[in-house]
């Protein structure tokens, strides 16, 4: 699921459109809070992935679903449409790429530091402010921090800043000594 939210050449490009689009009518900010949003529910819901990546469902059928989805969660007009000219385009598969492409063009544009954390366990309020402050410490500014949780990864974290990954998980720990050992 991880790999829906990597920027490809086609989601960049609907990204920049998307971008170009918000800054020019004044919608920057509130495009981008649908787009947070549609993240959320795409990484929630096993209903909404498979609506958007079926090759089966005409792409007149993905954009009324989309539609739906836009107008019911009160999305800006923009947002609405650009859903709906993605889907018309045959484009839905690559809905993940373009969030994360606008994601990196809203940041660029007003200097925003985004930084992900994962974690095995949903952090405690206390974990979340101790890394938020080293993480302003480390970048010298506050990051606006999203955290996720992925059993996976059995104990530790991963952080992204940007385009770096900061891995201390346990499972990656464990996969270099088993490395080491196999070498040895």
């Given at each position: 699921m991880a790999?829906?939210?990597?920027?490809?050449?086609v989601g960049a490009r609907y990204?920049?459109?998307?971008?170009?689009?918000?800054l020019e009518t004044g919608k920057l900010d509130a495009v981008r809070a649908d787009l947070k949003s549609l993240k959320a529910a795409w990484v929630e819901s096993a209903d909404l992935r498979?609506?958007?990546?079926?090759?089966?469902?005409?792409?007149?059928?993905?954009?009324k679903g989309l539609t739906a989805i836009a107008t019911a969660a009160k999305f800006e007009t923009t947002t609405r449409n650009f859903l709906g000219l993605l889907a018309q385009n045959g484009r839905t598969?690559?809905?993940?790429?373009?969030?994360?492409?606008?994601?990196?063009l809203y940041a660029r544009h007003t200097g925003v530091?985004?930084?992900?954390?994962v974690s095995a366990m949903p952090?405690?309020?206390?974990?979340?402010?101790?890394?938020?402050?080293?993480l302003m410490q480390a970048l010298?500014?506050?990051?606006?921090?999203?955290?996720?949780?992925?059993?996976?990864?059995?104990?530790?974290?991963?952080v992204k800043v940007g385009s770096k990954l900061f891995d201390a998980s346990l499972k990656t720990k464990l996969d270099q000594m088993k490395f080491a050992l196999k070498r040895a």
């Open positions: 790999d829906d939210f990597r920027t490809t050449e990204a920049q459109a998307l971008f170009d689009l918000a498979r609506m958007a990546m079926s090759p089966i469902l005409s792409a007149e059928d993905q954009g598969r690559d809905l993940g790429g373009v969030i994360t492409g606008f994601e990196t530091v985004a930084a992900e954390v952090l405690t309020t206390a974990q979340t402010t101790h890394i938020r402050s080293a010298g500014k506050a990051p606006e921090m999203t955290a996720r949780v992925d059993p996976s990864i059995l104990g530790g974290l991963k």
